[in-house]
């Protein structure tokens, strides 16, 4: 159960690096300051489908919108 916790506990102050880091230089954390995400159908052949605008920062990829 500690191993577990552990893992847990790391990922999650990996995320909060993360994040941290994109909020200091402006960049929406979600798309990565592109300002859409790309969904892939297949995991095989990729095929792009759809790129959608990021519903976190509504498609400006700055973090002052998230």
């Known amino acids: 159960m500690n191993f577990l916790q552990a893992l847990s506990d790391w990922n999650k102050s990996r995320r909060e690096q993360y994040r941290t880091e994109l909020e200091s230089?402006?960049?929406?954390?979600?798309?990565?300051?592109?300002?859409?995400?790309?969904?892939?159908?297949?995991?095989?052949?990729?095929?792009?489908?759809?790129?959608?605008d990021c519903h976190s920062c509504n498609g400006t990829g700055s973090y002052s919108e998230s």
Request: hydrophobic share 30%.
């Open 25 to 52: 230089i402006g960049k929406c954390p979600d798309c990565r300051g592109q300002g859409y995400n790309i969904i892939i159908s297949s995991v095989y052949i990729p095929t792009y489908e759809s790129i959608l």
